[in-house]
């Protein structure tokens, strides 16, 4: 067993690699790029070496950068996590030539699988079902569109390279084809460096469920059970779980047979995972993924056993831990991914300081793998996954119960996340029933995805108590206790303290009237009033006790964003400084603006050009997203403010407007 191993890779994969490979002796040595700097991966590490720049080519991705790295750590070994390099077959063959293991297959199976279209041929050969689909050399948009004519729409159009929903899209009829192509090809050869796509028939209720399969280099090859991945947006996991719900143990057995037979048809070594759809009459080869998963946890949960250990000891020559026969299935287990992003909001990214991530403790049955904690920045540079939430149960209902428990336990502010997201999937009816489709979020779109609800009276009154109760804190650090200024015992002369707290909800604000009440505060809302006060707990939540009655919230103050979460639920309010002047408005109706923080890629616009609306003129990446901004009215181009290669903020013009002549 080698003693160093080098994590190319940043986050929760590189700090839970780490936690491994410290359990088993060896020393971990981690990289990062100048954004994270401060990062929990290089502090979790026993050293950790500067790679680059912030942007993942100038320092994740190059491999120049990685392989000095490891020179300079005398790193015996590299694990490369998951997405960056962690599929690169030059990467593999990079760590050869320097004499380095590299924590992973063979350069070889890594290229047979890392192009979907070569995959496909091979499982042809292999008699694994394939949809039918075009994954051939041609790339002719015109060529491209005949193909899926002759398929059949709907159709999806998928990047050759890489994976995680990116580069795919679904097409529903000829007329949307070029505008899709385009987009998928624009998307792929940002993430992937490949714009080559293939097509298939798009199944319209399919479950996306996955393989876990491991190879040593003795010729010893298992499956660990699957995984049901069917909660998606955008073609992304959200919640998987391990088994697969009402999976009949004909078509488990079937199933780890084939991912078993495809991996030895590449000669596979290490960790891998073969994607299927399936639906009532069969399942399909979608495609593998030569790379330990970001859902690989609730296999763990449901096997007992260390991916990552099975990963390191098989790169160290050793062969599998346990035989097929030994490998069983114990229980059922979540795993929820928490982003920062909006889904109200297209899934935009939310990017800025996390001024709170608060999880519940572990323990055997909760698992929480992050890479994040308070006060950490959500760059945005990377992927915008925070934490996932893993949770066991001896039966499904129970790890649905555990799982919803988390998620109401969890608290994260400063920036926008898709919490409300995860926990109306896990209490939705037919989540809870088991076995939905990948069309389960979408079908559901407008109670999942709703925005925020409206605040209920109590929400409104911790937004005023909790304001309050810091006020007080603050006065308590800093008092002087013969001072008549500074008392806190809240005595005026002929008149009773009031206070009014104008709470902005959307485009309106609420009027909470709060007043002195002997040791508490009458608080009125419209024609609702309330006795009550606020503690702050020891887990620093404020205990809300309104008519008696109390409600442990989240309350914190970020500006003139306040964040509530309580029982699972989310509101974000604003309390604004009544002495600061109000913001011009923006109607956006002459301009083009940034929806969200990021890099501009491409600019199709120039002063003085006529455009339509709807007319694509500024592409803009953010957390590996790419946005297509379109011009919001026919118009003139008065002045472009934006050139690629920049980052710009949230609100900026990109693209001012003039009115075009009748």
């Not at 050759?160 to 929903?165: I, Y």
């Not at 925020?452 to 108590?465: E, G, R, T």
């Not at 009655?549 to 979460?565: F, K």
Request: charged share 20%; aromatic share 6%; proline share 5%.
């Amino acid at each position: 067993m080698f003693t160093s191993l080098l994590i190319a890779n940043r986050g929760e994969i590189a700090c839970r690699v780490a936690r491994t490979a410290r359990r088993m002796g060896i020393e971990t040595i981690a990289v990062y790029s100048e954004a994270d700097a401060n990062a929990m991966h290089v502090t979790a590490a026993d050293r950790a070496f500067p790679i680059g720049g912030s942007a993942p080519r100038d320092s994740y991705l190059s491999i120049p950068r990685v392989m000095e790295a490891a020179r300079l750590s005398g790193a015996q070994a590299i694990h490369p996590g998951y997405g960056f390099l962690s599929e690169n077959p030059a990467f593999a063959e990079a760590c050869a030539e320097a004499g380095i293991v590299f924590v992973g297959p063979p350069a070889s199976a890594m290229r047979a699988m890392g192009s979907k279209s070569a995959a496909k041929a091979l499982m042809e050969t292999s008699g694994v079902p394939l949809l039918p689909g075009y994954h051939g050399d041609n790339q002719d948009p015109t060529f491209l569109r005949a193909q899926a004519e002759r398929i059949g729409f709907p159709v999806v159009i998928k990047a050759v390279s890489g994976g995680g929903g990116r580069g795919m899209r679904v097409v529903e009829s000829a007329e949307a084809f070029a505008s899709a192509l385009a987009s998928a090809r624009q998307e792929a050869a940002s993430s992937f460096g490949d714009d080559r796509v293939l097509i298939e028939r798009y199944l319209q209720r399919p479950r996306h469920i996955e393989v876990q399969v491991f190879a040593d280099t003795l010729g010893n090859a298992v499956h660990l059970f699957e995984r049901d991945c069917s909660a998606q947006r955008r073609h992304q996991k959200v919640i998987e779980e391990a088994p697969a719900p009402g999976l009949s143990a004909e078509r488990r057995q079937a199933m780890g047979s084939a991912a078993v037979a495809a991996a030895q048809a590449v000669g596979y070594v290490g960790a891998g995972t073969v994607e299927f759809v399936a639906d009532e009459e069969g399942f399909f080869f979608l495609e593998m993924n030569t790379r330990l998963q970001v859902e690989h946890p609730v296999t763990e949960m449901v096997t007992g056993y260390d991916l990552v250990e099975w990963q390191l000891r098989v790169a160290a020559g050793e062969a599998l831990p346990a035989p097929q026969s030994a490998i069983q299935l114990s229980g059922h287990a979540f795993e929820a991914r928490i982003y920062a992003e909006d889904p109200a909001r297209d899934y935009a990214p939310s990017i800025g300081r996390l001024t709170l991530f608060r999880a519940p403790e572990p323990n055997d049955a909760l698992r929480i793998d992050t890479g994040f904690q308070t006060g950490d920045s959500v760059s945005i540079h990377y992927d915008a996954m925070l934490a996932k939430l893993i949770c066991h149960g001896p039966d499904r209902a129970t790890a649905l119960r555990g799982l919803r428990q988390a998620l109401a336990a969890t608290d994260v502010a400063g920036v926008t996340s898709n919490l409300d997201l995860l926990a109306r999937i896990a209490a939705h009816p037919a989540f809870e029933a088991g076995g939905i489709d990948t069309g389960f979020i979408a079908r559901h779109a407008d109670t999942l995805l709703a925005g925020q609800s409206a605040p209920p009276d109590d929400v409104l009154a911790a937004v005023a108590l909790g304001e309050l109760l810091v006020e007080a804190e603050v006065a308590a650090e800093q008092a002087d206790s013969w001072s008549p200024w500074t008392a806190r015992d809240l005595w005026w002369a002929n008149t009773q303290p009031t206070r009014l707290f104008d709470i902005g909800v959307g485009e309106t604000s609420i009027p909470v009237t709060v007043r002195r009440e002997g040791e508490q505060w009458r608080v009125t809302i419209a024609d609702r009033s309330l006795l009550g006060h606020a503690r702050r707990l020891p887990d620093d939540r404020v205990d809300i006790v309104l008519d008696g009655i109390h409600r442990p919230m989240s309350v914190l103050r970020d500006g003139e964003t306040i964040t509530i979460r309580r029982g699972g639920e989310t509101w974000r309010l604003r309390l604004p400084d009544p002495i600061a002047g109000a913001d011009d408005e923006q109607d956006g109706a002459d301009r083009l603006i940034a929806p969200i923080p990021g890099q501009v890629t491409q600019v199709h616009a120039e002063a003085g050009m006529a455009v339509e609306r709807g007319q694509l003129l500024v592409v803009l990446e953010a957390m590996k997203t790419v946005f297509r901004l379109t011009a919001p009215v026919d118009g003139i181009v008065a002045a472009v403010t934006c050139v690629a290669g920049e980052t710009v903020q949230e609100g900026q013009t990109l693209v001012s407007f003039e009115e075009k002549p009748a």
